[in-house]
């Protein structure tokens, strides 16, 4: 029988054999799967808008393994990797049969191991399915799943599986927490010694930990290095170069941003591989920086929060709950940006606002800052002093309680309530009680995150803005305005912006061409101070979380110089202020209305400009009295009554200085009778005859 005929007979059987065979392998590879399911173990990640990492949460097993792609790595690397481990991997199927037939020769040659023949396959196989020994049959077992892994994936596939599960040592798996831990950065962009450090750790990443066994790293890293497949990757004298670079000698931490945000979002979606927020990472690591660094400076048990927001977008772009997450003394675990608190006097601006609105007052209206009674109740300033006749602008800088309790007066609290329910914001106020004049100086309660929603209307120019809670995927491209009417006309908004960017920094900050305003609660419980330019607004408060006091402490002395620093470190460039919409205007008070250069209260309780102080009147050192002073201190000179400002005389000579408060001093030149006189900005005058002893 010829071959011809031979092969003629036998090749259906041959064709039957190998289909057998194929049909046979289909079948086991069906009913044993590789346990691909299992590299879908990752860490929880907290991203910022941009998918830059904020914070990580460790896989179910306790392991960092964040999840990696081709396209999240220095294409350098990827170079050197596959050049040192694997450099027919672009062609094999799973294994290499000549590296696998060069390990088989050197095995038998030198009756020991000289050269692995695994494939980058054959390793994710390794890394998703361990096994405890090196054994013919767990090696036999790998290939087969090495099959069964470059059926399924692509190359780039099987390439994210490996930079993923890779070992670094510790508890750190795959390339991304590798390259955080111990160079500090992602692994986008490498240098020479970086990717070949990160390419030699894999193989015995106990062994060659860099925080404990530099030098068996570096003899590691030097061995990649001196591959000639990789010199050829990375170019001539490259490898000299990156040896002379030193090997990281401790580990650092993953990135820890945005605590309370990333806890409350895993809460609220526990089974979601990464959580989408609208915060920005620069933005909210030098706010953590300011809260820090202020907190050292304020003392224990105090905490800070710190809300930053996108005044035309509502994006919450930064955010910090506390100074430290883990800092009990502080109670750091509370979320201090959601909890109502007093707010002290950063409601006045919309007061005056309102006032502004309605033609009550204009800049340079003079009112009254003199004790008053409203019904029984009677508001004090903070430093229980009063400044007699001020205007609008002054009052509203000052922050004087009186002014603005008159203006609420005005305009009415249930006004002001219905305006912030516009901004969508819901102030708390007591049990069982309507709104009245003691919520323009903090009687309700009202969370940070709320206040700076309030002033992100007045930073809108008084269109209201919806904040976000943090949560999404990145910054809306529509405004999220609040549908309805405005919080307050685009000029009523100005004429308040125009005031408060004209306050003073606190003493050491520079000036940053914003807008602020600072409040303190009764009892020195919290100091507030929110901030805005043409387009972001800050919020920060300051106090202790179980509602302790805390003795001297004061919006303008603790909270407005952390708003500024917050805005300086914030990485954000300041935003000019908006001009003044068409018409609005900022008049001298000789070119005001008659009705507007002087804001008064009628007994009707319509606003009136002919009511009249009192004439001044001295009640401190009164009439006739015999003062002893014995080393001839300076004598507390007091009045009551008349406007300010106040020109005080001795014996016919005028004191130094212009006084717009009603507590002044005289240091008398000799023993003996002396006249003090006062005149007010009026012209009128009142005087007393004193013996000093």
Same mark, same amino acid.
């Given at each position: 029988?010829?071959?011809?005929?031979?092969?003629?007979?036998?090749?259906?059987?041959?064709?039957?054999? *190998?289909?057998?065979?194929?049909?046979?392998?289909?079948?086991?590879?069906?009913?044993?799967?590789?346990?691909?399911?299992?590299?879908?173990?990752?860490?929880?990640?907290?991203?910022?808008?941009?998918?830059?990492?904020?914070?990580?949460?460790?896989?179910?097993?306790?392991?960092?393994?964040?999840?990696?792609?081709?396209?999240?790595?220095?294409?350098?690397?990827?170079?050197?990797?596959?050049? &040192?481990?694997?450099?027919?991997?672009?062609?094999?199927?799973?294994?290499?049969?000549?590296?696998?037939?060069?390990?088989?020769?050197?095995?038998?040659?030198n009756?020991?191991?000289?050269?692995? *023949?695994?494939?980058?396959?054959?390793? @994710?196989?390794?890394?998703?399915?361990?096994?405890?020994?090196?054994?013919?049959?767990?090696?036999?077992?790998?290939?087969?799943?090495?099959?069964?892994?470059?059926?399924?994936?692509?190359?780039?596939?099987?390439?994210?599986?490996?930079?993923?599960?890779?070992?670094?040592?510790?508890?750190?798996?795959?390339?991304?927490?590798? #390259?955080? *831990?111990?160079?500090?950065?992602?692994?986008?962009?490498?240098?020479?010694?970086?990717? +070949?450090?990160?390419?030699?750790?894999?193989?015995?990443?106990?062994?060659?930990?860099?925080?404990?066994?530099?030098?068996?790293?570096?003899?590691?890293?030097?061995?990649?290095?001196?591959r000639?497949?990789?010199?050829?990757?990375?170019?001539?004298?490259?490898?000299?170069?990156?040896?002379?670079?030193?090997?990281?000698?401790?580990?650092?931490?993953?990135?820890?941003?945005?605590?309370?945000?990333?806890?409350?979002?895993?809460?609220?979606?526990?089974?979601? #591989? $990464?959580?989408?927020?609208?915060?920005?990472?620069?933005?909210?690591?030098?706010?953590?920086?300011?809260?820090?660094?202020?907190?050292?400076?304020?003392?224990?048990?105090?905490?800070?929060?710190?809300?930053?927001?996108?005044a035309?977008?509502?994006?919450?772009?930064g955010?910090?709950?506390?100074?430290? !997450?883990?800092?009990?003394?502080?109670s %750091?675990?509370?979320?201090?940006?959601?909890?109502?608190?007093?707010?002290?006097?950063?409601?006045?601006?919309?007061?005056?606002?309102?006032?502004?609105?309605?033609?009550?007052? +204009?800049?340079?209206?003079?009112?009254?800052?003199?004790?008053?009674?409203?019904?029984?109740?009677?508001?004090?300033?903070?430093?229980?002093?009063?400044?007699?006749?001020?205007?609008?602008?002054?009052?509203?800088?000052?922050?004087l309680?009186?002014?603005?309790?008159?203006?609420l007066? +005005?305009? %009415?609290?249930?006004?002001?309530?219905?305006?912030?329910?516009?901004?969508?914001?819901?102030?708390a106020?007591?049990?069982?009680?309507?709104?009245?004049?003691a919520? =323009?100086?903090?009687? @309700? %309660?009202?969370?940070?995150?709320?206040?700076?929603? /309030? !002033?992100?209307?007045?930073?809108?120019?008084?269109?209201?803005?919806?904040?976000?809670?943090?949560?999404?995927?990145?910054?809306?491209?529509?405004?999220?305005?609040?549908e309805?009417?405005?919080?307050?006309?685009?000029?009523?908004?100005?004429?308040? #912006?125009?005031?408060?960017?004209?306050?003073?920094?606190?003493?050491?900050?520079?000036?940053?061409?914003?807008? &602020?305003?600072?409040?303190?609660?009764? =009892?020195?419980? $919290?100091?507030?101070?929110?901030? &805005?330019?043409?387009?972001h607004?800050?919020?920060v408060?300051?106090?202790?979380?179980?509602?302790?006091?805390?003795?001297?402490?004061?919006? &303008?002395?603790?909270?407005?110089?952390?708003?500024f620093?917050?805005?300086?470190?914030?990485?954000?460039?300041?935003?000019?202020?908006p001009?003044?919409?068409?018409?609005?205007?900022?008049? *001298?008070?000789?070119? /005001?209305?008659?009705?507007?250069?002087?804001?008064?209260?009628?007994? #009707?309780?319509?606003?009136?400009?002919?009511?009249?102080?009192?004439?001044?009147?001295?009640?401190?050192?009164?009439?006739?009295?015999?003062?002893?002073?014995?080393?001839?201190?300076?004598?507390a000179?007091?009045?009551? %009554?008349?406007?300010?400002?106040?020109?005080?005389?001795?014996?016919?000579?005028?004191?130094?200085?212009?006084?717009?408060?009603?507590?002044?001093?005289?240091?008398?030149?000799?023993?003996?009778?002396?006249?003090?006189?006062?005149? $007010?900005?009026?012209?009128?005058?009142?005087?007393?005859?004193?013996?000093?002893?």
């Amino acid at each position: 029988m010829s071959i011809w005929r031979k092969i003629a007979i036998t090749m259906p059987a041959g064709v039957l054999l *190998a289909a057998v065979v194929v049909i046979g392998l289909d079948a086991a590879d069906k009913a044993f799967p590789p346990p691909l399911d299992r590299a879908g173990l990752t860490s929880t990640e907290v991203l910022d808008a941009d998918g830059r990492l904020l914070r990580a949460f460790a896989a179910p097993d306790g392991r960092w393994r964040l999840r990696t792609t081709v396209a999240d790595v220095d294409p350098q690397f990827l170079k050197m990797l596959i050049a &040192y481990e694997d450099r027919r991997f672009r062609e094999h199927h799973g294994v290499d049969p000549l590296a696998l037939g060069r390990a088989s020769l050197q095995f038998f040659t030198n009756g020991r191991i000289v050269s692995g *023949a695994s494939t980058l396959s054959m390793q @994710v196989a390794r890394l998703i399915e361990p096994r405890e020994n090196r054994s013919i049959p767990a090696k036999l077992l790998q290939i087969a799943r090495a099959l069964q892994i470059e059926r399924r994936l692509s190359k780039d596939e099987i390439l994210d599986l490996y930079l993923t599960h890779a070992p670094y040592g510790g508890n750190l798996e795959g390339i991304r927490a590798a #390259s955080l *831990a111990w160079f500090g950065k992602e692994p986008n962009r490498l240098t020479v010694g970086e990717a +070949a450090l990160l390419v030699a750790l894999p193989q015995l990443p106990e062994k060659r930990r860099p925080d404990r066994y530099p030098e068996a790293a570096e003899s590691a890293r030097e061995r990649v290095l001196n591959r000639a497949a990789v010199a050829r990757v990375i170019g001539e004298g490259e490898a000299v170069r990156a040896a002379m670079t030193a090997v990281p000698t401790r580990r650092l931490q993953l990135p820890s941003h945005a605590a309370h945000l990333a806890e409350a979002a895993r809460r609220r979606d526990p089974r979601a #591989s $990464d959580h989408h927020t609208t915060l920005k990472r620069e933005v909210q690591k030098g706010l953590e920086a300011v809260a820090r660094d202020a907190a050292a400076r304020l003392g224990p048990k105090l905490s800070i929060a710190i809300v930053m927001a996108d005044a035309r977008t509502g994006a919450i772009i930064g955010e910090v709950g506390s100074a430290g !997450y883990f800092d009990a003394g502080r109670s %750091g675990w509370i979320d201090m940006t959601r909890v109502k608190r007093s707010p002290g006097s950063t409601l006045k601006p919309f007061i005056y606002g309102l006032a502004f609105e309605e033609g009550l007052v +204009a800049q340079e209206t003079i009112i009254e800052d003199r004790p008053a009674d409203f019904f029984g109740y009677r508001p004090k300033n903070f430093d229980m002093s009063y400044q007699g006749d001020v205007s609008i602008r002054q009052a509203l800088q000052l922050s004087l309680n009186v002014p603005a309790v008159r203006l609420l007066d +005005a305009v %009415g609290p249930t006004r002001l309530m219905v305006r912030f329910r516009r901004a969508g914001v819901h102030p708390a106020l007591p049990p069982h009680e309507a709104p009245g004049l003691a919520i =323009g100086l903090g009687g @309700v %309660g009202i969370t940070l995150k709320d206040l700076v929603q /309030l !002033y992100a209307g007045l930073a809108n120019r008084g269109l209201p803005v919806r904040l976000g809670n943090g949560n999404g995927n990145g910054i809306a491209e529509t405004p999220t305005q609040i549908e309805g009417e405005a919080l307050l006309e685009p000029s009523a908004v100005w004429q308040v #912006s125009d005031i408060l960017s004209g306050v003073l920094p606190p003493q050491g900050s520079r000036h940053l061409g914003i807008a &602020y305003k600072t409040g303190t609660s009764y =009892g020195y419980r $919290d100091a507030w101070s929110v901030g &805005y330019d043409g387009r972001h607004v800050i919020g920060v408060w300051i106090g202790r979380p179980d509602n302790g006091a805390i003795p001297g402490l004061s919006g &303008y002395t603790a909270a407005a110089p952390v708003l500024f620093e917050a805005f300086a470190k914030s990485g954000v460039a300041i935003a000019p202020m908006p001009s003044p919409p068409p018409g609005t205007l900022r008049l *001298a008070r000789h070119d /005001l209305p008659v009705g507007q250069r002087r804001f008064a209260r009628t007994e #009707s309780g319509l606003p009136s400009a002919s009511t009249r102080e009192a004439a001044p009147r001295i009640v401190y050192p009164p009439e006739g009295a015999r003062v002893e002073l014995g080393t001839l201190a300076p004598l507390a000179l007091k009045l009551q %009554g008349g406007r300010a400002p106040f020109r005080w005389l001795a014996n016919g000579k005028p004191l130094p200085e212009l006084s717009r408060r009603r507590v002044s001093e005289w240091r008398p030149d000799g023993r003996g009778f002396s006249t003090l006189t006062v005149i $007010d900005a009026a012209g009128r005058a009142a005087s007393v005859r004193v013996f000093i002893e």
